[in-house]
C-alpha cells in the first residue's frame, strides 16, 4: 500500500480578537485510509501572549497513513477556543486546509470562521459570552451545507508540515 508521513507543527494563531488561546485539531480522511502510527486528534496548551497579538504552540503533528487510493486525502481541521480569566472556553473559530499532496516542507495559514447565529445569539454573546456552535462538526471540512451559514471571519491558525510519500510509483501515482 502507499504511505503519507506527515511531520509538523500548529505554530500558532494570530488575528482573533482576544488573546489566552487553545486549539483543537483533527486529521480526516476517506474510507481507504488507515493510520498506521500517531494521532488523529488533539488539543494544544493556553497561550497568553504578553507582548503582540500572536498566540504560540507549537503542538506537535506526526502521523502515518497508509492508502490504496487518493480519494479522501487528509484534511487538517482545527477549532480555536478562547480563555476567559474565569476558566471558560468560547468558541472563537473553525477552519480547515488539506495537508498538500507533494513531499516537500510546507507552511500553510488556515483561516478561520464562526456562525453568527440571530441578533437575539449576537446581542447575548456580547454580554453574556459564548455563542453559536455547530452541532455537527462534520461541516468544518465538507461543504455540504455550510453555503447555508451565516458566518464571521476570524484569525489565522499558522501551521508547519512535512509531507513524506513511499510507494506511490508502483502504484502509479507520479510525484
Known amino acids: 500500500m502507499a504511505e503519507v508521513h506527515v511531520i509538523g507543527q500548529i505554530v500558532g494563531a494570530s488575528g482573533f480578537p482576544s488573546s489566552s488561546l487553545f486549539c483543537k485539531w483533527g486529521i480526516h480522511t476517506g474510507g481507504a485510509w488507515?493510520?498506521?502510527s500517531g494521532v488523529r486528534e488533539g488539543q494544544t496548551q493556553v497561550d497568553n501572549p504578553q507582548l503582540g497579538d500572536v498566540a504560540y504552540w507549537s503542538h506537535p503533528i506526526d502521523v502515518h497513513f497508509a492508502t490504496k487510493g487518493l480519494q479522501?486525502?487528509?484534511k487538517l481541521h482545527v477549532q480555536v477556543w478562547h480563555q476567559d480569566s474565569f476558566g471558560r472556553s468560547e468558541l472563537y473559530g473553525y477552519g480547515f486546509c488539506h495537508v498538500p499532496s507533494s513531499p516537500n516542507f510546507h507552511q500553510l495559514d488556515c483561516v478561520t470562521w464562526r456562525?453568527?447565529?440571530?441578533?437575539?445569539?449576537?446581542?447575548?454573546q456580547l454580554f453574556v459570552g459564548g455563542g453559536p456552535q455547530l452541532l455537527n462538526n462534520d461541516l468544518i471540512y465538507t461543504g455540504a451545507d455550510r453555503y447555508r451559514l451565516q458566518t464571521r471571519a476570524m484569525g489565522t491558525v499558522h501551521i508547519q508540515l512535512a509531507v513524506l510519500l513511499r510507494n506511490f510509483e508502483r502504484y502509479g501515482v507520479e510525484c
Open 72 to 74: 479522501g486525502w487528509p
Open 34 to 36: 488507515k493510520l498506521l
Open 115 to 124: 456562525p453568527l447565529g440571530s441578533w437575539q445569539e449576537q446581542l447575548s
